[in-house]
């Protein structure tokens, strides 16, 4: 049953993990050499209206763009993904966000694991174009996203062999709500 287990969790992080993942190993050019990346702040700021000691899930909703905290929230997934490190991530996202808590507990198993993910240049993940929806509130937004996934290797666990990973675009729906006062993203539509 353990084997099973493991085999419907490793399965789980692929699906999961769709964007990093999905065109393993398409591509017949050498990639390119990885590049170290410097790890993302958690309290950098993502524009003008973002202290520098303040991440926009910290700032009323009334002063974060809804576009503003996506990009925050891409800014936590692109550290996630680097380090396995999904505090800000999950901070971000609203309790019943399944899609957001997949994709944490992916990062975190990989890295808890022994695993590691790197990209070949650049972000893992680029936002190439944001869009506000119409019907957009003072509670409640949706906003598309274009993102550029760049290409790179994952190792799931210690001693597992690097599974090479496409650049693919991709668009996203993200989903946000006023919690607490503070925007969060509901649910995304990948």
């Not at 399965?11 to 964007?19: I, L, T």
């Not at 990062?107 to 929806?133: K, Q, W």
Request: hydrophobic share 40%.
């Amino acid at each position: 049953m353990d084997g099973l287990m493991g085999f419907m969790r490793r399965v789980a992080v692929v699906v999961a993990c769709v964007p990093v993942l999905v065109l393993a190993g398409c591509g017949d050019d050498e990639p390119a050499e990885p590049v170290e990346l410097p790890s993302l702040s958690p309290s950098a700021p993502v524009s003008p209206s973002a202290s520098e000691s303040v991440g926009v899930e910290e700032l009323p909703a009334s002063e974060v763009e809804p576009e503003e905290f996506v990009r925050a929230w891409v800014e936590a997934y692109n550290a996630a993904t680097l380090n396995g490190d999904t505090t800000r991530m999950r901070a971000m996202s609203a309790e019943g966000c399944v899609t957001c808590a997949s994709l944490a507990e992916s990062y975190f198993e990989i890295y808890d694991a022994g695993g590691s993910i790197t990209v070949n240049a650049g972000e893992p993940v680029e936002v190439s174009e944001l869009h506000l929806e119409p019907g957009t509130t003072e509670l409640e937004a949706q906003v598309s996203a274009g993102l550029h996934f760049n290409s790179g290797k994952t190792v799931e666990s210690a001693g597992a062999e690097p599974v090479a990973f496409q650049e693919s675009d991709l668009a996203w729906d993200f989903y946000l709500a006023v919690v607490d006062g503070h925007w969060r993203i509901t649910d995304i539509g990948i």
